[in-house]
């Protein structure tokens, strides 16, 4: 392996060991040819002006980049059309930002305009980017049209949008990675600021489907995952057959998980504690929802609105203004969705809500919607502490039992206006009214 000093331009086309110093190259390095390996221990790149790009490659295979560091520029490391690629231990930081306070991050870019990044890869097939310091800028990982791709060990925390961001991207591994405080405030016409802007620890988009998201920790983010399957006006891609399992992804200002027009998404172990909601799921469908800890949120721990098809099975919803709600409101996104007028067919099974002040809230929003809500089944539930246990509103052709009512301070099954539910066999104790009509 070769040893060389780094220079403004340079072009390397076989392994290399990079001299160690502090480098200021404005027009960076490129990779020009295939099976490369570069050594950069003890290199820092530097560019100018959050410019060009500190390392790129192009239609290039087997490459192993490792060890080097990079900042001030547009990009840190960027690869197009490459395959079997790695970036290891290293550390990328300080690349293009936009404004503070000014913008609301609009998730559908394309490539072309794509956000300043410590790492982009653009149609990328085979890659890893592991075990890298990739804080302190706007973007840690873009990946747009990439499959089998893993994301491991990442830090890629302190970003002011995404700290993993993927778009048409599927079949990829993101794990065990920490993307933590990836937020932004942003300032309204009207002077009022809040903590919100899309930014996320985990963006899906554009079709982003069959990816695996385990294990990481996307805790105080904007959201902590955001995937969303639809773009205004009308465009209908959805982000489909995900498994998003044993993530950490609490303490946002909005939304701990938000996925929205997407199906048969997997949500098992995760923690979705101490938000404004635990999970954010409007317009979404054949979805699971297992064995996740969701509490401390401050207006619901589940919150789905015109769904269907969707099981919540062996969940804990503890200390949530509500643990759950299934509803309708009658949107105007409706025009591009109308066959989403009505929430419908959910199965809430061996759950536990404790201490919510309202465990299950299923319900036909007031607003003039098409038909009425149904097949709400909650069945081998626990209902303890809560200010009313479950709550049924303008409902049809639903049913609650074989659940257990304990200790609700006011009502273990609140029912009102006349909702179409059978209420079968449950067990009640010491509540303050086991059945209140309204």
Same mark, same amino acid.
């Given at each position: 392996m070769q040893t060389v000093r780094p220079y403004d331009g340079m072009s390397i086309t076989q392994d290399t060991r990079l001299e160690p110093g502090i480098y200021a190259?404005?027009?960076?390095?490129?990779?020009?040819a295939d099976n490369v390996t570069i050594e950069g221990d003890g290199v820092h790149l530097v560019g100018s002006n959050y410019k060009g790009v500190g390392l790129a490659a192009k239609g290039r295979r087997g490459l192993l980049v490792k060890n080097i560091t990079l900042s001030n520029y547009y990009y840190g490391v960027r690869f197009d059309d490459c395959e079997n690629v790695k970036l290891s231990g290293s550390t990328?930081?300080?690349t293009a930002e936009v404004e503070p306070y000014l913008h609301f991050l609009y998730l559908w870019r394309p490539v072309e305009q794509a956000f300043g990044a410590a790492v982009l890869l653009n149609n990328v097939d085979q890659a890893h980017v592991e075990d890298n310091d990739l804080q302190h800028q706007q973007n840690g990982v873009l990946m747009y049209g990439c499959s089998r791709v893993t994301v491991a060990r990442?830090?890629?925390s302190f970003n002011s949008g995404w700290g993993i961001y993927l778009a048409g991207s599927s079949d990829n591994l993101i794990e065990d990675n920490t993307s933590d405080?990836?937020? #932004?405030?942003?300032?309204?016409?009207?002077?009022?600021? #809040?903590?919100?802007?899309?930014a996320a620890g985990l963006v899906m988009v554009h079709g982003s489907s069959r990816n695996k998201?385990?294990?990481?920790?996307?805790?105080?983010?904007?959201?902590?995952?955001?995937?969303v399957g639809y773009e205004h006006p009308g465009v209908i891609n959805g982000c489909n057959d995900n498994l998003i399992e044993d993530n950490d992804c609490s303490f946002s200002p909005n939304n701990a998980i938000e996925s929205t027009f997407c199906k048969g998404n997997i949500f098992r172990r995760n923690i979705c504690s101490g938000s404004n909601y635990g999970f954010w799921m409007g317009f979404s469908w054949e979805n699971l929802v297992e064995d996740n800890?969701?509490?401390?949120?401050?207006?619901a721990g589940v919150a789905l609105e015109h769904g269907h098809h969707v099981r919540f099975i062996n969940n804990r919803f503890l200390r949530n203004r509500e643990g759950m709600r299934l509803w309708t409101r009658g949107i105007s996104v409706l025009e591009y969705w109308p066959t989403f007028q009505v929430a419908h067919d959910f199965d809430v099974e061996n759950n536990v809500f404790d201490d919510n002040g309202i465990g299950f809230n299923g319900y036909t929003g007031p607003e003039p919607v098409e038909g009425i809500c149904y097949g709400y089944h909650v069945s081998g539930n626990t209902f303890r502490n809560n200010r009313h246990g479950a709550r049924f509103a303008r409902v049809r052709d639903s049913s609650i039992v074989h659940n257990q009512f304990e200790n609700n301070a006011r009502s273990a099954i609140l029912l009102e206006g006349e909702p179409g539910v059978e209420v079968g066999e449950n067990s009640f104790s010491d509540n303050a009214a086991d059945v209140l009509r309204i």
């Open positions: 190259l404005p027009n960076g390095i490129r990779i020009d990328i930081t300080r990442n830090n890629t405080f990836c937020n #932004r405030v942003f300032r309204r016409e009207d002077g009022t600021e #809040r903590v919100e802007a899309d998201i385990l294990r990481n920790r996307f805790r105080c983010g904007g959201d902590g995952i955001f995937i800890t969701i509490a401390d949120n401050r207006i």
